[in-house]
């Protein structure tokens, strides 16, 4: 059940973040920008993204992480709501600003949290299934807005999604909560045993020990090489959530209803390779499978896989507008793949007190490309002879991008190597 209303939580969260691409043409149209100016609108969503992933990271060893993921929610509604009554450019530029710190800490917050109900060797399929709520966003979401956008106008889609946020918090607060792998910071008692002593000197030996053990986590090889991995693979996902919709009309050709239904394709495919890279790195892990193979590098050859697509599709494009939109579907939904893999793998470097950060810090870092990919991208089209040329060159840049942190996520990553050992972790 919780991990349902967790897909849920995603579906809304990455619904929030793909309505600007599903509204990008009419909006465009509507509001008189550039590409280059759309694409700074839709960067700007990251301006604060990874500072709130952080720390609210941070916050959540502490917190329950019921009340933050419903704080979330809450706040995703307050943002979204006003675009409906007042969307202008200057509207939609803040609007993401703030949607972005509002939507930040989502992903982690909610690995996190479904985390807190499986062991550590049960985790690659919730997280995979975590990862499938955000798909189902585009299959599910993506293809009601684009006809609501359609029928009544592209701030309606705003506005349907501050309700499902409203919907979604009141069943969060009446069924959510923290599960029984969670274990949070316990405050030491002012003095300790019958003598008296002070227990100062423990508390700070204590928040020591737990500095030392979080950059244990943070710095070493596999959280690093698998974060500079993974990030390229990142700004696809945005460029993706950002531009889709408009290079399927203005790139292949295809209309504007037409561009917004297929929006969902590439998740489609990412939902089936989810689940099934999920439940089987978990098998290939209990059968005795290392976790070098089963998460470091199975994921990797998905990331070198789809990197090959994603720097193919401009020669596709030339072909064949569906072997275009073939690459795109199978180079997404590889990449994808290979991403929840990768928070399950940050996850077990950590103590489970110390989760939420290191999680909320892997993806915040790994959000850093959301800064520069769309409004990239954007400048490229804008800057380009045909838009077709623009884009062209934005998927050859990132699908080679792609193929280096393939190589990077496959020297790097070793779980084994790298996690904290039960005898390291310190009492809690």
């Known amino acids: 059940m919780i991990v349902a209303l967790l897909m ?15 509204s990008a043409e009419y909006l465009m149209d509507d509001l008189n920008i550039s590409e280059a100016t759309y694409g700074l609108i839709s960067s700007s969503f990251y301006f604060l993204f990874a500072i709130t992933a952080i720390g609210v990271g941070f916050m959540a060893n502490r917190f329950q992480l019921k009340w933050i993921l419903l704080i979330m929610a809450i706040a995703w509604v307050v943002t979204q709501a006003p675009v409906f009554f007042i969307g202008g450019a200057g509207v939609l530029f803040f609007n993401r600003i703030f949607l972005g710190a509002a939507e930040g800490p989502g992903v982690s917050m909610a690995n996190a949290s479904a985390f807190t109900w499986f062991p550590p060797e049960k985790r690659g399929l919730p997280a995979s299934l975590l990862s499938v709520g955000s798909s189902m966003s585009k299959v599910i979401a993506a293809p009601l807005l684009t006809l609501l956008i359609v029928a009544a106008g592209w701030r309606w889609g705003f506005l349907a999604l501050a309700i499902a946020g409203v919907i979604w918090s009141i069943f969060w607060l009446i069924l959510g909560g923290d599960g029984p792998f969670r274990v949070n910071h316990k405050p030491l008692p002012a003095r300790l045993g019958s003598d008296g002593t002070d227990a100062s000197t423990l508390r700070s030996t204590e928040k020591a020990a737990r500095r030392t053990l979080f950059r244990k986590a943070v710095l070493n090889r596999t959280f690093i090489m698998m974060l500079l991995g993974t990030i390229p693979m990142y700004a696809l996902i945005t460029v993706i959530l950002s531009w889709m919709p408009a290079y399927l009309e203005s790139g292949l050709g295809f209309s504007r209803q037409n561009s917004g239904l297929m929006f969902a394709l590439p998740s489609l495919a990412a939902l089936i390779l989810m689940v099934v890279t999920g439940t089987a790195t978990d098998r290939l892990l209990v059968r005795g499978v290392s976790m070098r193979v089963a998460r470091g590098i199975i994921p990797a050859c998905a990331l070198l896989l789809a990197g090959a697509c994603v720097t193919l599709i401009p020669w596709a494009a030339g072909v064949h507008t569906s072997w275009a939109v073939g690459l795109i579907i199978l180079g997404y939904g590889l990449g994808i793949a290979a991403m929840p893999i990768s928070y399950a793998v940050a996850g077990t470097l950590a103590t489970p007190s110390q989760r939420p950060s290191v999680l909320g810090l892997f993806v915040g870092l790994q959000s850093l490309a959301g800064l520069v ?25 990132l699908g080679l991008a792609i193929l280096i942190g393939g190589v990077i996520f496959a020297i790097g990553t070793n779980p084994e190597r790298d996690n904290i050992r039960s005898e390291d972790q310190p009492t809690d």
């Open 373 to 397: 990919a769309p409004w990239c991208t954007g400048m490229l089209v804008a800057a380009a002879d045909t838009k077709v040329e623009g884009y062209n060159l934005a998927f050859t840049l």
């Open 8 to 22: 849920v939580f995603e579906l809304i969260n990455y619904a929030d973040r793909s309505v600007m691409a599903l």
